[in-house]
């Protein structure tokens, strides 16, 4: 009976910080993303409900992530709280060890686990792909957002644009510098002083109308077509149509120049890489076939290593808690930002190694995971053994 009411003491305990730190660093890492998008997000007369609907999606990507640093964050926070009110010590006296009293919040964490796998292999995959979506929505009803100042953009295939400045309430572009290919390969020039780029969501073209400006056009002459000239005309408003390209049209997402593969579950993932394997082994040297075999192979292998960081996070944050005897947010914010940056930092490491396929995905994927694991049942013997002091 002690030990059923000490279980739901600590599950009561544990709970409440538990969604409340969760939610407080969903918030920032929401915040910190609306920031970051905010000029390319706001002030281009694109509807508030795709705003929100494209934070929603980025927010539901971010919860792997997320669950770790909470665990570890709550876990340090109740176990100091618990040492430095002398609970623990209480609890230790009637012969309940350190590692009893966490196995409720244990079987929590394997629950949270658990549930992450699913959620990531259902539910965020479904989220990435209308991300793609909401993405090619936003781009084509505004091409404008891709127009970066001063810096030749290639819109589509054969095209390429620079500006010298947007207009901040309208959509015009000031001092335009385009350069296309036309029929038979030949270079068309246009340089104008003002236009705008027009969507035209039934046929899937651009318009682009421009004012004031020069086009340079290649024209072939004679029979063979074996020489060339170049017209100029200046004009004071032009109108050209580009046809997108059909690879280019939300239908065709599901390309590898997409990361498509970032949209599959388990199963998918499992049957892309036993496809390229059996089916293309004789490309599979190529670097390109490499890089996307590699990121298929991390893609599967991170379906697993956040759930199992979960609980790695956990068997670290309790002892740590009960070492330090801090409770409180600072000290613990402190200690928890340290391990997780670390962590984050070998991660990011490894993942940039595994794309240039320098070393095997599931090393990569796993290294940080194989660091921590050792160290953290190494801390949880050495605190239920109160054979660990910080002086």
Request: charged fraction near 15%; proline fraction near 4%; glycine fraction near 4%.
């Amino acid at each position: 009976m002690i030990i059923k009411k000490l279980d739901l003491y600590m599950i009561r305990l544990f709970m409440a910080p538990f969604l409340m730190i969760y939610s407080t660093i969903f918030i920032i890492f929401m915040i910190q993303f609306f920031w970051s998008q905010i000029d390319e997000l706001t002030g281009k007369n694109i509807s508030i409900f795709i705003i929100l609907k494209f934070i929603l999606y980025f927010g539901i990507s971010i919860l792997p992530l997320v669950t770790p640093i909470a665990l570890l964050l709550t876990s340090i926070i109740i176990f100091g709280d618990f040492s430095e009110n002398q609970e623990l010590i209480a609890i230790k006296s009637s012969g309940i060890s350190l590692f009893r009293v966490m196995i409720p919040i244990l079987g929590i964490t394997f629950v949270l686990s658990i549930g992450l796998y699913l959620f990531s292999d259902f539910v965020i995959p479904k989220a990435k792909m209308k991300v793609k979506k909401l993405g090619y929505t936003i781009s084509f009803t505004h091409p404008s957002l891709k127009l970066k100042e001063g810096i030749f953009v290639n819109l589509f295939p054969n095209f390429f644009i620079k500006i010298d400045r947007k207009s901040i309430n309208s959509n015009y572009l000031h001092h335009i510098f385009i350069f296309f290919y036309g029929k038979n390969s030949l270079v068309n020039t246009i340089l104008s002083k003002k236009g705008v780029l027009i969507p035209n969501q039934e046929d899937g073209s651009i318009q682009l109308k421009l004012m004031n400006g020069v086009l340079y056009s290649e024209n072939l002459n004679g029979p063979k077509k074996e020489q060339s000239s170049y017209q100029i005309v200046e004009f004071d408003t032009l109108i050209q149509n580009f046809k997108i390209p059909s690879k280019y049209n939300i239908k065709n997402l599901y390309d590898d120049d997409y990361d498509f593969y970032q949209t599959l579950n388990t199963k998918n993932l499992i049957q892309k890489i036993n496809f390229l394997k059996k089916k293309n082994y004789k490309k599979i040297n190529t670097d390109k076939s490499k890089i996307y075999l590699a990121k298929l192979q991390l893609e599967l292998q991170k379906k697993f290593t956040f759930p199992v960081t979960c609980i790695i996070m956990f068997l670290t944050g309790a002892p740590l808690g009960a070492i330090i005897r801090k409770g409180g947010i600072g000290y613990p914010t402190m200690i928890a930002l340290i391990i997780f940056i670390i962590y984050y930092t070998l991660l990011t490491i490894t993942q940039n190694k595994v794309e240039k396929t320098e070393i095997c995905p599931w090393i990569g994927a796993w290294i940080p995971n194989l660091i921590f694991f050792p160290v953290s049942i190494w801390m949880t013997y050495k605190t239920v053994m109160d054979d660990f002091y910080i002086i």
